[in-house]
């Protein structure tokens, strides 16, 4: 049955657009001449992204689009408008205007700035001034000079250390944030959905932090352009390429390597950039089990390694349009081979997007995308001449139009379109013998439409008053069952002084799609499933209040937020459901609430030699679920009361950088039994225990703390730039809790069982490691 998206879905968008067209604007006249442009980075033409845009005789401003676009109201005349972006010089150009100007302008580097130059966010006094809240934008620069697990950097480890933003444990790249699940975390790479963000069972995460441009995580007050999830939206942004010059840069560590190779396709019009990954612990495996091959009593180790790779180009058509083409390619591959036993798991993604960025006129600025991605795991088993093909995948075709419309400084609306085609394969299983004899078949798919228009709206009346308001109506169809809601936004700031801010927003979020996770399995076998009659759409309501203030003459940013979150139709499982190769799989979920609410302290210092934040959670998360716990409230497995990160950077030198990080975190809730029933044979034997639960949840693992340490030294090359970069992870070895097992303890005979006794098992030990880098 073919799909047609509501005719009520085009009708709002034609609705939102004649709404904000018609909003009168006061302030704004016939007489107004606007200033637009394009802000990129002199060293590599890169855009830049939320650069300040300043006119100060009339105390009015803007900032660059995430494309580096900006459009500014002047009345005519002369005007000295300044152009200021952490990391880059400030630039003052002074212009006069009769008509509509076009005025581009490239940032030079600080003369301070040292090495490779990163696009980084904001500064604190832009945070202060924003009406957004409860973001967290990601420095790559900084993300690179911390100490890593094994060498590698990982941007979504470093976003772990940032407020509400928890781990799901040891060496783990999941997010849980603010009392969500893994599957209510929206991670767009370039604007291409991506299901799976982990790669080595969740120890490392697939962006490259080579590739990356920038990272912004939204965990409340959601601008109206972001839909689908209830918890976070993850915006990675990758490089574009420098159109100036060729270059390269990589680094080689201890478990992988990686080089990336930028360059224009014609100077100042267009570049490329393209960028590889891989580990090599495949190859040190295979060299054991080759020495070894002869021996009987060897077990062989089973082969791993991940890769993923990178790639864009972009290139100015004219003077008001620029094409984008980005793309990644992502797989973990397992491979065991013993005495007729084979045994193949891989997983991974595929992402790719097409972006049209066009200037209809000054004060319209469009961006439309095309995006395919695709996560899929599979398992291949064979054992005396029989076998079995596992496989889940969902693939999604997406369209997305956005609009910026800037009629005046006190205004600046955002509105577009939204439409993904989903398809899902639910654990298609092929199973039989070499001869054909035995052969069987299962599994399901199913598709879907997901859909959403918005608009919104940055208004800013006074210089002390800012407002962002915004309306998204969002739908989800199968064919038979259809879904839709609407998703209200708004946050607001108020200046109480030029140093102090109060913040607040509320934000209204719906889910379509569900992620079934065995979390008993040792393997990332995540399957996706549709809403449908008896699978609804999750819900969420989040308020939030803040208050922000600088400090010590700028140079701290000081933000105190506290949050409430209600969630609806949370999913879970009932008890031996079966998740894999299920035709029913509805039947065996479980619809509840949740609850999650929480303060959030953060000390941020982004200038001068010493650099870092410091970062207090103390949150609550609850969920309920009739069928479990007997109806009662019970702590979420990530409930985690207090959670602590201190990072520091120090530039001891030029070339020495010195960097560590602390973290603390109170124990994961998990649940005990409080007893067990014996079970025996006839005859007495083979007797059998049986544990009895009583609460869910109601006890906690030991506290979880570490110390990791880091040395960052720059090298004196003859050409460009490379460091040799000290990590030491867990410095003072603490044996954290992986997960918590019950052995049975027998008595001196070692026959009779009289009791059981928990035993933790912790992950990493103390772990140092050595990578170098280079770039020239």
Known sequence: MPFKLPVLTFKVFLWAILFLSCIPNYTFSQSKITISGTVRAGVSGENLVGVAVQIPALQSGTSTNTYGFYSLSVPPGTHTVVYSYIGYQTQRREITVTQNTKLNIELPVTAQELGEVLIEAGSLQEKLKTSQMSVDQLSVREAKLLPALFGEVDILK????????????????????????????????????????????????IFNSDAVRSVDLYKGGFPAQFGGRLSSVVDVKLKEGNNKRFAASGGLGLIASRLTLEGPLKKNKGSFIISGRRTY??????????????????????????????????????????????????????GFRNSGFNFDFNWGNRAGTLRWNHIFNPRLFANTSVTASSYRYNIKNSLEGFSFDLTSNIKDLSFKSDFDYVPGNAHSFKFGVQAVKHTFDVGRLKAGSEDNTIAFSSGSSFTGVEYGVYAADDYNPTPNFTLNYGLRFSGFTNGKSNFNGLEPRVSARYALSENTSLKGSYTRMLQYIHLVSNSGASLPTDIWYPSNNTVRPQRSQ??????????GKGKYLITNEVYY??????????????????????????????????????????????????????????????????GRWFPNRYDRRHDISIVGLHQLSPRLHLTGTWVYGTGNAFSVPVSRIILQGQTGNNESFVPIYTERNAYRQAAYHRLDLGLVYKLRPKRGESDLTFSVYNAYNRRNPYFVYFEQLKDQSDELTIGFRGRQVSLFPVIPSVTYNFKF
Do not use: C
């Not at 054991?288 to 790639?311: M, R, T």
């Open 158 to 205: 470093t976003l772990q250390l940032k407020p509400g933003i928890q781990s799901g444990g040891e060496g783990s790249a999941g997010l849980y944030v603010r009392g969500g699940g893994p599957d209510q975390n929206l991670f767009l790479l370039d604007e291409a959905t991506v299901y799976n963000a982990s790669h080595l069972f969740g120890f490392f995460s």
């Open 542 to 551: 989040q308020v939030a209040l803040g208050i922000s203030q600088l400090a």
């Open 281 to 334: 612990v495949d190859v040190f495996t295979g060299l054991v089990n080759k020495i070894n091959k002869d021996n009987p009593e060897y077990n062989p180790i089973p082969g791993y390694y991940f890769y993923d790779l990178n790639a864009k180009v972009n290139y100015d058509i004219g003077p008001n349009d620029r094409l984008y083409l980005s793309g990644y390619l992502g797989d973990d591959l397992i």
């Open 565 to 630: 979150k209600w969630m609806a139709n949370q999913v879970d499982f009932r008890n031996g459901a079966q998740l894999f190769v299920n035709n029913n799989l509805d039947q065996e979920f479980l619809f509840g609430r949740g609850r999650s609410y929480g303060n959030e302290i953060y000390l941020e210092k982004k200038e001068g030699r010493t650099t870092g934040w410091v970062g207090y959670t103390l949150s609550w998360t609850y969920r309920q679920f009739a069928e479990i716990n007997e």
